[in-house]
């Protein structure tokens, strides 16, 4: 399973496009000085399965090269690993030092927790604090957009630390829109995948926290400087219908409150819009074309 | 009442200052004046409204703004109106649209007799995230000049982000507290504790009044709102304050604000207060700005309740 899911992720990843494509006349080499990786092998031996995995299918590498037209204004890391306290939640993170750590536990909780069908009996509907997989959702979309959300959201915290992006908003939320934005470039079925498979993750976690205590979102947790998981889920999937109304018209209205339905094409249309303002000036345009010739993303990945 | 609340709200909008103010040249003071910028008071049908009209109309309120903002190079016109408004001002509310900045008289009237009013409790009965109203602690002063304020500041970030595109990532109803509370920190500690308690306040005793009316829980349709959920708006304020200035707000962040949210709040002012510097100071106008920081506008009178 992590095979199909890394290759798939790492398909959508590297054929992200703010760009057009026009075919080039000579290919620019996807490669960028400011950019290393390194996979760590992990202690514990069921992350081991991951490891092995993503180091095959060279996750990191092409990540490399995805990001590569990027003119950064300083070094960065991209980390696969066990690590420490943090990633221990499960988690991943931007250290905000120009390291962007990949934690083996985010992929462990997509496979094995997230993405599971959660057995119910035959009369209890599929609620707030249900667990587990939604119905009508597949166990791909959750790992491909568990992945794919889970990579642009830290290279989101990245971009605004290392090109130093003026910010208004919550640090988090912006991380957010740069994952939804991105994943919406590449035509409805990619988007439609990986949208419903990150608000999946969301609503997963937030089923967990309200079942951990008793139905009430807890004072800390709406401090956090996160919006707490379930307004998550909804602002990537109002992005979503922001951009592609049509495309997404079930889903937003199964899931978003009208009141909210009517601000996201705004809301998407400002995102894109900072988006142009403060990251496009810094990616080569050249290179961006390559990348997209890449052509990595094929049917059979979803398979 | 209205009258020394409009007047300390105003001082305070007026003074606001995210420029560290030199001595002025020996030149003629700028005109505090805009040509993009116009006013107007639209007198209230409800009689109710009647006394906050009249008394912010003798105040000058919106001459006042309008001087304040006079120094921004704007790029489209922004018209200032206090008004009781149609079906949007009903709630009560404040808001930005199409390039009209839009006071309902009834935020002012909830300030008045909502907010800032105690809610008795029993004898034993403590306040408690459900308790609406007056907050243990502070002034009928701090909820009606901080909520005063704090509606003009949020709604002039609105303008601000459309008339002068602003790139944003992020949420924009969190932006435009963001503007609120940064520019409520720029005029020095006692103002500074004064405006936060009082959108602290108001944030708070809107979320008391949800949690009431849904027995302790916050429905889905607030959480899948563009704006944050009440109690995380003012706990995103507190934070900006803290992070600025960890000293005056220590007591109030202990209070008040979950530890693990305390340690980022620096990093959070920081970052508001950077992205102000690259996206809005290049277009104030620096003579202007100096002038509109001469104006001594706030007095002691201006908080006698």
């Not at chain 1, 990245?158 to 994943?183: K, N, S, T, V």
């Not at chain 1, 809301?267 to 496009?280: D, I």
Request: hydrophobic content about 40%; overall charge negative.
């Amino acid at each position: 399973m992590t095979r199909i899911v890394s290759a798939a992720a790492l398909a959508l990843v590297l054929a992200c496009p703010m760009v057009r494509a026009e075919p080039a006349a000579a290919q620019p080499e996807l490669k960028n000085d400011m950019i290393e990786f390194e996979y760590v092998e992990p202690r514990t031996a069921k992350f081991k399965p991951i490891y092995e995995h993503l180091k095959q299918i060279k996750l990191l590498e092409r990540l490399a090269q995805f990001l590569s037209p990027l003119k950064l204004q300083g070094g960065l890391v991209l980390s696969l690993e066990e690590g420490g306290p943090a990633c221990r939640g499960p988690n991943s993170y931007y250290d905000m030092a120009g390291k962007l750590h990949l934690c083996y536990s985010w992929f462990y909780m997509l496979e094995n927790e997230a993405s599971v069908e959660v057995k119910r009996p035959p009369d209890e509907p599929f609620t707030a604090t249900s667990l587990g997989l939604m119905p009508g959702f597949t166990r791909s979309e959750v790992l491909i957009g568990g992945t794919v959300g889970v990579i642009l959201h830290e290279m989101g915290h990245a971009l605004f630390d290392i090109q130093d992006i003026p910010l208004f908003g919550r640090e988090e939320d912006g991380a957010d829109q740069i994952a939804a934005l991105i994943m919406l470039q590449f035509g409805p079925k990619v988007a439609q995948t990986t949208v419903k498979g990150f608000y999946n993750v969301w609503h997963h976690f937030n089923a967990e926290t309200l079942r951990a205590q008793k139905g009430q979102i807890r004072p800390w947790q709406e401090a956090d400087e996160h919006s707490i998981s379930i307004q998550r889920a909804y602002n990537f999937l109002c992005m979503a219908y922001g951009k592609d109304p049509k495309s997404f018209q079930e889903l937003a209205e199964a899931l978003l409150p009208r009141a909210r339905k009517q601000s996201c094409e705004d809301e998407y249309k400002q995102a894109a819009n900072a988006f142009r303002k403060t990251v496009l000036p810094d990616v080569d345009p050249e290179m961006m074309k390559a990348v997209l010739q890449l052509e990595i993303l094929k049917p059979e990945d979803f398979k | 009442m209205t009258r020394i609340v409009s007047a300390a709200a105003l001082a305070l909008v007026l003074a606001g200052a995210p420029l560290a103010a030199k001595p002025a040249a020996a030149q003629t003071p700028p005109e505090l004046k805009n040509d993009n910028i116009e006013f107007a008071y639209h007198e209230p049908q409800s009689e109710k409204y009647r006394p906050i009209y009249e008394r912010l109309k003798e105040r000058k309120i919106l001459e006042q703004l309008a001087a304040f903002l006079s120094p921004l190079r704007l790029q489209g016109a922004l018209m200032l109106s206090l008004e009781e408004g149609g079906p949007v001002c009903r709630s009560p509310n404040s808001y930005y649209s199409r390039s009209t900045l839009h006071l309902c008289y009834s935020w002012f009237y909830m300030l008045e007799n909502e907010a800032s009013i105690e809610f008795k409790r029993g004898p034993n009965e403590p306040f408690t995230a459900a308790t609406p109203g007056l907050i243990p602690g502070f002034t009928r002063a701090d909820v009606i000049v901080g909520g005063t304020i704090g509606v003009i500041l949020h709604e002039l970030g609105h303008a601000l982000f459309d008339i002068q595109d602003i790139p944003l990532l992020g949420r924009e109803e969190d932006a435009a507290d963001q503007i609120n509370a940064l520019i409520m920190m720029q005029f020095g500690p006692k103002v500074a504790q004064i405006a936060i308690k009082g959108e602290f306040n108001v944030s708070h005793h809107f979320h008391a009044e949800r949690m009431r009316k849904q027995r302790g829980q916050i429905d889905y349709r607030q959480e899948a709102d563009s704006h944050g959920v009440d109690i995380q708006r003012a706990w995103n304020v507190l934070c900006i304050a803290y992070g600025k200035d960890p000293q005056t707000f220590a007591e109030l962040a202990e209070r008040l604000l979950p530890r693990a949210r305390r340690q980022y709040c620096a990093d959070e002012y920081k970052q508001v207060a950077q992205a102000f510097r690259k996206t809005i100071l290049p277009d104030i106008d620096p003579a202007m700005m100096e002038q509109v920081l001469k104006m001594e506008i706030l007095r002691p009178e201006d908080f006698r309740f």
